[in-house]
């Protein structure tokens, strides 16, 4: 019997998306199904910022870089923890995927050459001049629309996969009506489980302590489908956590760490290394009084974020960011001692030129001088990074190592390379997952006969 779609995509975020086209480009018939009434998923919340090596993008910059190297540098920062043939894998198909945006989708992106993002030696950010998913979300969701061959449906979800033989389906019923849909290949991206509280307290309990800023959507049903199936899971208890959750519950760009702020806890004082990485240095908010801390910069990085994020502007308009001009009016500001503040920026400013590392390990530093700006911020769990284990061409693995017929997983779904906790996460390491194993999924999945 013949199926009714030769592919359906589970879940409309950018991985939902990607894996959709790509598939399509062969000429079969695609379905893709979101539960939510909006397209987007996690993708929304991003900045869309995707790591990409040895792009004509990097090359026209005169910047030199390639799989290898981008490999070695998620590896350092995952303590090799993943396998290499995983990170390689994902390094070197990142460029295709990069180009592919632009070329095949008509996504603007630009190599950010700012600075070099956190766990990375060399420029291969690549993002829209917005610096927003949404701005990708809308291209792709266009570039579908215009293909022909996409069918796309929102506010239907899945209940269940359709088994057939040796891990693979056969079909999906459709929540709520029992319908179901006969197909040739199934893409889960349905996105982790960070909404899922009974799964993040059992693999996470470090997680299960921050707020959750991600879809509420995010349940684990792709853990569950998984299971059901035979499939590996791995990284279980692997998540990206951000630091800078501001007071008005937008996202304050970790830019301004690596630009120079500083950041101190309640009591006015400095507790870690800033520039470790907003992942990893969200525990060390989680553990200060309060679970909370304060984001202090200076003018030139507050002027310099307003030009550049729309989200940072979103924040300042509407009092996530603010302004003081001397350091006792900010330690009125924070509720801590103005002497014990002002010991705080004494300690930093002799580094400024000398760049001498500090007792927490930090050797960069800016001048701290006023107009002073800072945001009150909290720790989040952002998005979980364990999930399925996929094979080199996005293939679901069983146990045994078999891997299934027709079944491919992307995105959040699908286990990440960050390794065990939050601290190997790398910047844009989920965009990398979404996009990279969402193209080979659909290119792959469109190969089945």
Known sequence: MSPDFDIAVIGGGGAGLVSAISAAQSGKAVLLLEKTNEIGGHT?????MFPASYTRFQKALGIVDSPEEMTRDILGENGNSVPYDVVHNLSVNSGHVAEWLVDFCGQELEVATDFKYHGYSNFR???????????????????????????????????????????SVTGLEVSGSGEEIRIGSAIIT?????????FVEKYMPDAAKMMYFGSSEHRGESIIWGSDLGAELDYLNSYQAHSAVSSVGTLITWETVMKGAIIVNSLGERFANEITGYSRFAKYIAH?????????????????MLQRYPEYRETN?????????SI???????GCGADKLRDTFSSVMPRVENRATDKFGRDFFISLEAPYYAAKITPALFHTQGGLRVGKDARVILKGGASCRNVFAAGDAAAGITGP??????????LLCAFTYGWLAGKNSSEIK
């Open 44 to 48: 929304l919340n991003t900045q869309g």
């Open 125 to 167: 950010i690549h993002s829209p001049p917005s610096r927003t998913g949404r701005e990708i979300i809308t291209t792709l969701l266009g570039k579908a629309q215009s293909m022909g061959n996409i069918e796309i449906i929102t506010e239907h979800g899945v209940s269940r996969l359709i088994p057939g033989n040796k891990g």
């Open 190 to 198: 349905t996105g982790g489980y960070g909404a899922n509280r009974a």
């Open 288 to 304: 200060q009084p309060g679970s909370f801390a304060y984001e202090i910069y200076n003018g030139e990085i507050h002027e310099e």
């Open 317 to 325: 308009s509407l009092g996530g960011v603010r302004k003081f001009q």
């Open 328 to 334: 006792e009016e900010m330690a009125s500001y924070i």
């Open 421 to 430: 906790g939050p601290d190997g996460y790398v910047s844009g390491s989920g």
